[in-house]
């Protein structure tokens, strides 16, 4: 698996990594967990080593045990064979929570560090969300310089290798590189040739910040994405001429921006046609035709927790 080196972080970050959130759950829990630590497994065996999760989605655990597993069994021969990333929730977005909740988040995945430890997202909320749409009062703006403080104490006391943010503006990140005493080595942000994020690419590159794409393929599996990606005519066409899938193209294309990708298919087949995406490559004439689609957002704030004023200004910030 090919890997690109971070700045401010101790390890290199395999160029495709296996996601974990998902809306499709198993009726009960256990049945849940069980699914996720199977699926997690077999992309283990595929070939994955860079696998992403985060406190709010419950796959911390069953990623914990795969891992557990993996090493039993022999697929793999030391955890540092592998790329763990996990999130910062927004309600442990306070100086004080943050050296904490990276410790629950490493007690559910049973390992002594994460390779990168994220900011989830750019704001602060001050209870458990218990309905949708969130309630206003309890939506609050982020203290990006305490939250920031503990993130770096989390690097220094070596629960993580590297820190970095998610769904962060250019205006978010000139505000956080303005205090950062370590700038963040990634920003995870939604990519795909819909919603290709050419100022925030540019930005990030003139910063040395790498980005990370998720739904690269639309996120068509949870209840606020869609299928715009994979049926994408211009997107299929252009699969067809040359043998391959319109993921695959999407993806190769996410990748020929400089661009790390995070795919989420808990598909066998599915899984390892992800990985079949470095032996070709995209013409000139291919990127020029993928540039010029219309660009579409899936992933909002508003669209996620309601239309409040705040989280549409944040929607809005470049």
């Known amino acids: 698996m090919q890997q690109v080196t971070l700045n401010d972080c101790d390890k290199a970050m395999p160029v495709i990594g296996m996601g974990t959130a998902s809306s499709s759950r198993p009726a009960s829990t256990a049945d849940s967990s069980e699914t996720v630590k199977s699926a997690l497994l077999e992309a ?23 891992i557990a597993k993996a090493l039993h069994l022999g697929l793999i021969k030391s955890r540092d064979e592998l790329f763990i990333t ?22 559910k995945l049973q390992l002594e560090y994460v390779d990168m430890y994220l900011v989830h997202q750019p704001l602060r909320i001050s209870e458990t969300i218990q309905k949708l749409p969130v309630p206003k009062e309890i939506i609050h703006q982020l203290d ?30 000139e505000k956080l590189l303005s205090i950062a005493k370590i700038p963040p080595a990634v920003n995870q942000v939604e990519m795909n040739p819909i919603w290709q994020q050419k ?79 470095f032996d070709w490559s995209l013409s000139e004439q291919d990127l020029k035709i993928i540039s010029e689609l219309p660009q579409r957002r899936g992933f909002g704030m508003a669209s996620l927790y309601g239309p409040h004023d705040f989280l549409l200004q944040l929607d809005a910030e470049i």
């Open 199 to 277: 100022q925030l690419r540019e930005f990030c590159n003139a910063k040395g910040i790498h980005i990370t794409a998720y739904s690269p393929l639309g996120a068509n599996n949870t209840s606020w994405g869609d299928n715009r990606v994979v049926e994408c005519d211009v997107l299929t066409e252009i699969a067809k001429s040359k043998g391959k899938t319109t993921a695959q193209v999407a993806l190769r294309w996410v990748y020929e921006q400089g661009v790390t990708v995070v795919t989420k298919s808990f598909n066998k087949e599915r899984m390892k046609e992800n990985l079949q995406i």
């Open 44 to 66: 283990i065996k595929a070939g994955y080593r860079h696998f992403d999760t985060a406190f709010i989605y419950p796959s911390e655990k069953p990623l914990g045990e795969a």
């Open 86 to 107: 996990t999130k910062l929730w927004c309600t442990f977005a306070q100086r004080d929570q943050v050296v904490h909740a990276c410790k629950l988040s490493l007690q």
């Open 144 to 173: 990006i310089k305490s939250v920031w403080e503990g993130m770096e104490e989390c690097k220094s006391l070596g629960l993580t290798k590297g820190i970095g943010v998610s769904n962060f503006s250019c205006k978010k990140l």
